[in-house]
């Protein structure tokens, strides 16, 4: 087993690499886009990820890109501060542009830029691999490192209705360069099943609007049209800066509009295809994503090793590791978009209320 081709330059895939190459492996990575992506919303890195990062030695690095943010500050219809919280202090947070390109850079693997898996055909040796632009080609494992609507996991698995739960919660994200922030707080402001948070970034701002719906029938994640008439009708009318913002929204050509999701699959590998990151366990909500994406490759890179004469063991080690830490974050998702995005006046009244307290909780303690 020395072959692996990765479907995705991102986070997961770009990490994966970068484990793999180290343990002696030759990974291809084949990504859709024609370079590396350029969205800028942020993420974090917490926890088991900033361990894994630590020993790639770009944590440097990462905390260098980071952005400065201290703070979430809920505000009214006039800006006031009405509630917040603070933030992790041992969390990373920074632009996911920023992150996939330092994982990218410190990977070692051909890549494979404006292209896509087309059709996977697998027998007890290997899988055969047809591309959309490159030749076809013959991979001791194929990885499915490409998000919420994955390619791998179509072709090997299935349609994606059978995997995706709708979790009744649309998310936009969009940069807004000429937006002026204190650098240390994010702004959050709700009206019942909507929110809108500024974030100020790393000297680029952006904004992100969430909105309760029913899942939007013939909704494409890739119609950047569609997502701008669904954005525009969910916040017509809408209070604070709201009405600016969304003057902004047609003119952005770095959009990003998904339905907020959760994957569920009773197994992440069939044979010598498996699934890493969104494609096998999505929780898109809270920036846990990047962090589960990160430890899940050097989980599934070190069960290969471990492994390196039986795929299947390794699968079953991969798996059976990652999901204690995908688990919990899938059953949170629910109930952490309620504080997020509360359905109702009372709810978001409640919801400020209960941060107050703890503020001044924590206040009295440190006194």
């Not at 693997?109 to 087309?118: C, P, Q, R, S």
């Not at 197994?267 to 920036?287: K, N």
């Not at 962090?291 to 989980?299: D, E, K, R, S, W």
């Amino acid at each position: 087993m020395k072959t692996v081709l990765i479907s995705g330059a991102g986070i997961a895939g770009s990490t994966l690499a970068y484990w793999l190459t180290r343990h002696g492996f030759e990974p291809t990575v084949v990504e859709r886009a024609r370079g590396r992506r350029s969205s800028g919303n942020p993420v974090d890195v917490r926890g088991p990820a900033r361990v894994v990062v630590e020993r790639m030695g770009v944590l440097p690095e990462l905390l260098a890109a980071a952005t400065r943010v201290t703070r979430l500050s809920f505000v009214d219809d006039h800006g006031r501060r009405i509630g917040g919280m603070a933030m992790p202090s041992d969390d990373i947070e920074l632009p996911r542009a920023d992150l996939a390109r330092l994982l990218s850079s410190a990977a070692t693997a051909d890549y494979l830029y404006d292209d896509t898996i087309t059709a996977l055909h697998q027998d007890p040796g290997g899988v055969d691999v047809t591309f959309e632009n490159a030749a076809p080609g013959r991979f001791d494992l194929v990885i499915g490192a490409d998000g919420l609507h994955s390619a791998v996991r179509r072709l090997a698995f299935g349609p994606e209705r059978r995997f995706i739960d709708h979790l009744g919660i649309y998310v936009a994200t969009v940069p807004l360069p000429d937006l002026v922030l204190d650098p240390h707080e994010v702004l959050l402001h709700n009206t019942p099943g909507r929110a809108v948070a500024l974030h100020p970034g790393t000297g680029r701002g952006g904004a992100a609007f969430f909105f309760r719906s029913r899942a939007v029938p013939d909704f494409d994640h890739r119609d950047t049209d569609q997502h701008k008439r669904l954005l525009a009708d969910a916040f017509a009318g809408g209070s604070w800066r709201i009405p600016d913002l969304l003057d902004q929204v047609p003119r952005a050509d770095d959009l990003f509009f998904d339905s907020v999701s959760r994957v569920r699959l009773g197994s992440w590998s069939t044979g010598r295809i498996a699934l890493l990151g969104d494609a096998a366990s999505c929780v898109s909500l809270f920036g846990d994503g990047s962090t589960l994406a990160i430890a899940g490759a050097a989980t599934l890179a070190d069960a290969l090793a471990a492994h390196r004469d039986d795929h299947a063991a390794a699968l079953r080690a991969y798996e059976s590791q990652h999901r204690r830490l995908t688990k919990p974050k899938q059953r949170f998702v629910s109930p952490a978009s309620r504080l997020l995005i509360p359905a109702t006046s009372y709810g978001i009244a409640a919801r400020n209320a209960g941060t107050r307290l703890l503020s001044a909780v924590s206040r009295t303690r440190a006194a």
